[in-house]
């Protein structure tokens, strides 16, 4: 029979490093475009789970020697290759039992809102009155607090007792009624957010906004965590730096990272953007703010349970000085569209 400790036991031993259950009743109130049941009308379970990030990935980004192994093995590689297997071959499990099972072990491009929550002009429409818009996006990090995974720090990303914020997340929606976990603020662990802004302090770009606040419900909760600031944090990710001025949807993706409305950061040695890895593993800032701070403050207060025999900060953090290279190179376009865009040498007229 298939129950809550079977799936739990099953997906540690397909990869998963941390597993919590939630009954779909939770998502009661949520947004028509963010609901599983849009997806899945009879579903009874959500599953989340917790791939984490090796600590050992960041090491070379904190060093300033080595970033290429965070974007491929600590995010690309574990969102598009290592977590798809195992959620799928869980939900395989799931389905030998009699119950649909939906992996969703990767990001949605393919969805309607974006990140911050507005729809995606001309991109899709409900195939009828009163459904969503293809493609429904399941905020992930909302999923693991509704199963019980951790909680939502200031800076939006999810806190496990596990590991802090360093780990991603797949999910399974599936038609199994199964034991649910209780929420992690219903449990006797530890606080894991307490408000330190370290993540507001590091991040290079300032994405993270210190006083304006989002607040939600869920699931009966008060969730509060700071205003994050996509466009901004879309630029730093790959190594430049956001201006005052604004940028376009289009622009966000399309702009090489230095030139127009793009600033040279002092968190980043290079040149031009760095090929894509895995996808989306582009990740140059190294998530200096709201995961190495972020897991710095909580190792320090004892509240993440993979521990180590030394501290992750050992040496002061490095910036670059670039105010003796000149501007930025107009040589360079970008090749291929959205997030996956890469600059190029100019074509000779
Ligand atoms: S750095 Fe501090 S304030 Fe920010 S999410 Fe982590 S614990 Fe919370
Ligand atoms: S990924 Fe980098 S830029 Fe974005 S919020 Fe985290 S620290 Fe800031």
Request: hydrophobic share 35%; net charge negative; glycine share 10%.
């Amino acid at each position: 029979m298939l129950t809550a400790e079977t799936v739990k036991k099953m997906a540690k031993s397909m990869g998963a490093d941390a597993v919590a259950i939630g009954n779909i009743e939770r998502w009661e109130g949520a947004p028509t475009q963010m609901d599983p049941r849009q997806i899945m009308p009879e579903a009874r379970s959500v599953i989340a789970m917790g791939f984490r990030v090796m600590r050992g990935s960041l090491r070379g980004i904190e060093e300033g020697t080595f970033f290429s192994n965070y974007s491929a093995m600590g995010y690309g590689g574990i969102t598009y290759l290592y977590m798809p297997m195992t959620v799928i071959n869980l939900c395989k499990e799931i389905e030998d039992s009699g119950y649909e099972a939906l992996p969703m072990g990767h990001q949605s491009d393919w969805r309607m809102i974006d990140a911050d929550g507005f729809g995606r002009k001309n991109y899709s429409r409900p195939v009828e009155a009163g459904r969503a818009s293809p493609d429904v996006m399941i905020q992930l990090r909302i999923a693991s607090f509704l199963c019980g995974l951790g909680e939502i720090g200031y800076s939006k990303m999810l806190l496990t007792p596990q590991f802090g914020p360093r780990q991603r997340v797949g999910i399974i929606i599936t038609e199994a009624e199964l034991e649910p976990d209780p929420l992690y603020p219903d449990t006797d662990g530890p606080e894991l957010c307490n408000r330190c802004m370290a993540c507001v302090k590091e991040c290079p770009t300032g994405a993270i906004n210190g006083t304006k606040t989002i607040k939600v419900n869920l699931a009966g909760h008060d969730v509060e965590w700071g205003e994050i600031d996509c466009a901004a944090c879309d630029i730093a990710f790959r190594g430049g730096l956001a201006t005052d001025e604004e940028l376009s949807e289009e622009e966000r993706y399309t702009t090489p990272m230095f030139g127009k409305n793009v600033g040279r950061s002092p968190h980043t040695p290079f040149y031009k953007k760095p090929r894509n890895l895995y996808n989306t593993g582009q990740a140059v800032c190294g998530a200096r703010g709201c995961t190495r701070a972020c897991m710095i403050s909580m190792e320090s207060r004892g509240v993440v349970e993979n521990t180590f025999k030394d501290k992750f900060r050992r040496r002061k953090p490095w910036t670059v000085d670039w105010s003796t290279e000149p501007e930025y190179p107009s040589d360079l376009v970008m090749k291929g569209d959205g997030p996956s865009a890469t600059p190029e040498a100019k074509p000779a007229d």
